[in-house]
């Protein structure tokens, strides 16, 4: 049995996930975080300091993943992490403190399996195109930008290559900032608007030609469930950190 603690127990995700847990046949919700909800805990070391548990998982806040994350290492217990808002350097510092601990964590801008394929494919089609760019779209209230999803993208785009600029930022006339954030060499462009919920779309062009890979997140957290249940089961066996929901599909040889 997987001894399951939620961080943002209450929130739009965190209480579907919490509500599979508890119906999972292998896994046990031992305890919530939640800074407004009396009966759950208000910090996650407030938390796993009072009821043992196996894995922390994250669905909180950009201003306070990090520290939850980190708590969580400490005190040995393995991290999901579904909150965006964490910049490379702090992956980078819980990567750290994950190996010292021999803990394991499982990180995802996105875990529906759909925006995982949209990982997969954009960055096999950044092998064969040199260019491209990204437009994250959110709600008009997300406050960090880009996404957790983008970003993801778009460091891992960064290990394939860079994408070759048309006219270099610093030669752009008028300005400069209208073309988006350079975000590990790739130009995203955040649209924070009302109705949407989650969107991110990559766009490639060659010569004659362009290709556009989107994803589109629903009203439902149910998409996020079930990838997060996956890193859930996955996450006691590493060590370290593993960004991407894609990192736990299989492919077509059978490998992880």
């Known amino acids: 049995m997987i001894r399951v603690c939620v961080a943002g127990v209450t929130g739009w995700t965190g209480s579907a996930v919490a509500e599979a847990v508890e119906a999972a046949d292998d896994l046990e919700l031992v305890a919530g975080v939640s800074r407004n909800d009396p009966p759950s805990f208000s910090t996650v070391a407030e938390a796993l300091d009072a009821v043992p548990a196996d894995v922390l ?7 306070v993943t990090k520290a939850n994350t980190l708590a969580a290492i400490e005190r040995g217990v393995a991290v999901v992490v579904g909150s965006s808002g964490m910049s490379a350097d702090d992956y980078a510092d819980v ?4 190996r010292e601990r021999r803990v394991g964590v499982i990180a995802a801008g996105n875990f529906s399996v759909t925006a995982a394929l949209l990982l997969r494919f954009a960055v096999e089609a950044a092998r064969h ?3 491209w760019e990204l437009i994250d779209y959110a709600s008009a209230t997300k406050p960090d930008a880009p996404s957790g999803t983008a970003r993801e993208l778009a460091e891992r785009l960064a290990e394939v290559r860079r994408p070759a600029p048309g006219v270099p930022l610093e030669d752009v ?25 989650v969107s991110t779309e990559a766009i490639f062009a060659a010569d004659g030609e362009r290709l556009s890979i989107r994803h589109d997140a629903g009203e439902s957290p149910a998409p996020y469930v079930a990838g997060t249940l996956l890193a859930i089961r996955a996450v006691g066996g590493r060590v370290g950190l593993t960004r991407g929901l894609d990192q736990l599909l299989g492919r077509a040889s059978g490998s992880a």
Do not use: I, K, M, N
């Not at 998982?57 to 201003?63: K, P, Q, R």
């Not at 990567?95 to 994950?98: F, L, T």
């Not at 006339?173 to 919920?197: C, D, I, K, M, Y």
């Open 57 to 63: 998982v994250d669905y909180t806040h950009a201003a």
């Open 95 to 98: 990567d750290g403190a994950a």
């Open 129 to 131: 195109l040199e260019s």
């Open 173 to 197: 006339l008028g300005a400069r900032e209208a073309r988006g954030a350079a975000v590990a060499g790739t130009q995203v462009h955040s649209l924070r608007l009302p109705s949407f919920s």
